[in-house]
């Protein structure tokens, strides 16, 4: 599932390609249409990404929520589009650009007040202005359960997923399996730092970047994962060479060096 640089990476890219455009919606799917006729001819307003979600504001002040989960993936296209392949749930076409939305796991109009039900049950998003870090430590700093698993949690934290939870935890040789309560409030702001700017790069190189360490003159975009991360799926430890550990936490594959973490 891709994790929140993703989702803002594409709100930032939304933004410049259709905000002020009225734009012409469709769903060549059929799953979408009724909807697609209260957009479409409509001037798109704003476009923003809180943790995985990603909701669009319409001058008239429909709401439009796309979380793509596993599968859901936009195809983006200089106009005019290509005939629609396969289950194209959304087609949206601005004045020079224009997208295809398949295979989402959401994708729906909200009420404001659902749209206020949904952003009221997220944590604070590291990559958005107005996050309350502060929210976060009360949930982390009063939890029994491991670090590893709260930082999944999105409503912990918004839009970390398993990479990010990894890369950052070894970072800072936090093991994944202590207590949010035995985290202390020192290592709870360099989470969260080390949040923020990680996921920042994120967002610009469109990828996910963890390490310094990378080889010289390879652009971001043609590094492998071993190349672009720390620990995750790696066979030892980059720093004191012990093999790394991987169990399941959080439902999820978590990567950890025993020695490094504490
Ligand atoms: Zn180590």
Redesign the pocket.
């Known amino acids: 599932m891709p994790e929140g640089h993703v989702l803002h990476r594409i709100a930032r890219d939304h933004t410049k390609w259709f905000v002020g455009q009225k734009m012409q919606v469709s769903s060549p799917q059929g799953r979408f249409q009724k909807e697609s006729k209260r957009l479409s001819g409509e001037k798109l307003a704003r476009v923003e990404a809180f943790g995985k979600h990603l909701i669009y504001h319409w001058r008239g002040g429909q709401i439009l929520h796309v979380h793509l989960g596993l599968y859901g993936k936009f195809h983006h296209y200089k106009n005019p589009p290509p005939e629609p392949q396969g289950a194209v749930r959304v087609r949206m076409i601005g004045s020079r650009r224009s997208y295809d939305l398949k295979g989402p796991n959401t994708c729906q109009l909200l009420s404001d007040a659902d749209f206020k039900r949904l952003t009221s049950r997220l944590g604070p998003d590291p990559l958005r202005d107005d996050a309350e870090p502060e929210l976060a430590w009360k949930k982390i700093s009063r939890s029994r359960v491991a670090i590893g698993s709260l930082l999944l949690n999105q409503s912990v934290v918004a839009g970390l997923g398993n990479i990010y939870r990894a890369e950052i935890l070894y970072s800072l040789g936090v093991h994944p399996e202590r207590p949010g309560n035995q985290i202390s409030r020192e290592e709870f702001d360099q989470i969260w730092e080390l949040s923020v700017r990680l996921m920042q790069i994120g967002v610009k190189a469109n990828r996910i970047i963890t390490t310094d360490r990378r080889p010289a003159g390879k652009p971001a975009s043609r590094l492998s994962a071993a190349e672009r991360l720390m620990i995750y799926k790696h066979p030892v430890?980059?720093?004191?060479?012990?093999d790394i550990q991987s169990w399941n936490l959080g439902n999820r594959t978590i990567y950890a060096?025993?020695?490094?973490?504490t």
């Open positions: 430890c980059p720093r004191c060479r012990a060096c025993p020695a490094c973490q």
